[in-house]
């Protein structure tokens, strides 16, 4: 689970409404390089902002993530108030404030209480420890049930290779070109402008392929830090890239799988595919159209083998010029739909023995290409409505 030359520390500083750690500081060792994407929302908040400013200036020596307060929709004051607590962290670890990168999760709207975070921080960086992993996927938590983690080592030129992430997430979750909350780390050492193009590549095929509800959030950020403390120097021309590249994808997509198992009150952790394809593009509208349907989500929270409804979204999902004579479904291994009409040999009973799993599966074939994609996501409960509706309460 360590990275040598990843430490962390995790405290309750106050700002979560039902106590708990709520505040990490990860510390990044010297001349580790640090890739990032984030958000596409147009209401970034003020954290994405200044991290976002801060990596293109420098390279980060740490990041600063609070649970309980998004710092989002607050204007100036909340680039303020995020500046300040980079300053706070700054001065801690003795280097520039511009080194910090600031993470926040929580309430949108609510100014941030920098005076509790500010407070907290000498406390942390006495008691930063490379073992802290726990602490600190606990420390980012909103309405999760529990951490996410994941770590794979890989040994090269005689050295073992660890890659460890940490991820929150359980509600406003559909990813735009980033993730909801996650930081991984690897010993290996890698350049700059290869890290980015790995992390782009790890998250377009993991935290890209999740959602819960369809909705983008306006605090989405995820990081890839290479510390190169193994002393393997890596480059995409090596031999050992593809096997290291896909190691750093399997953490990833280990870590999205997490938060959909976990996602607000869901009871089935649901993988939907679609092939047939003429474009990726197309691919996806389908997945999403399937996958974020409240008639499909709540027909799966009931166990219910409407597949209708799995049809109509397909049909709605502006595929040009779809021929529907061509589309095939299964929920796992038993066909639903054959040539865009009901299967022959179909029984509802076999459709409500697949659906009454927790673990499924949704498969379109378009009948149009060669390119196909894989999302997962979740049914919609009670509970999904209950926990949104009291999250101010």
Known sequence: MRVDGVRLSAVHCG???GGGLDLALLELAPGSVTAAVFTQNAFCAAPVQIARRNLAYTTPRALLVNAGNANAGT???????????????????????????????GVIGEPLPVHKIAGAIDGMCQRLDPGSWDAAATAIMTTDTRPKLASHEMYLAGETITITGMAKGAGMIKPNMATMLAFVATDAEVGFGDLQRL????????FNCISVDGDTSTNDACTLTATGKSGVRLRPSDDA?????????????????????????????????????ANRGECFDVAYAIAESPLVKTALFASDANWGRILAAVGRAGVPGLDVSHVNIDLDDVRVVTAGERDARYQDTDGQRILAQDRLSLSVDLGRGLDKVTVWTCDLSHDYVRINAEYRS
Do not use: M, Y
């Open 15 to 17: 700002l979560k409404a």
């Open 241 to 277: 890239w593809p096997v290291f590249a896909h190691t750093v994808k399997n953490v990833f997509v280990e870590l999205a799988q997490a938060l959909i198992e976990d996602a607000e009150g869901a009871s089935k952790f649901v993988t939907v595919r679609v092939q047939g394809g």
């Open 199 to 206: 992390l782009e590549a790890a998250v377009e095929d993991s």
């Open 75 to 105: 204007g100036r004051q909340g680039l303020e108030n995020a500046e300040s607590c980079c300053v706070a962290a700054a001065s801690a670890l003795d280097c520039d404030h511009h080194e910090i990168l600031p993470f926040s999760t």
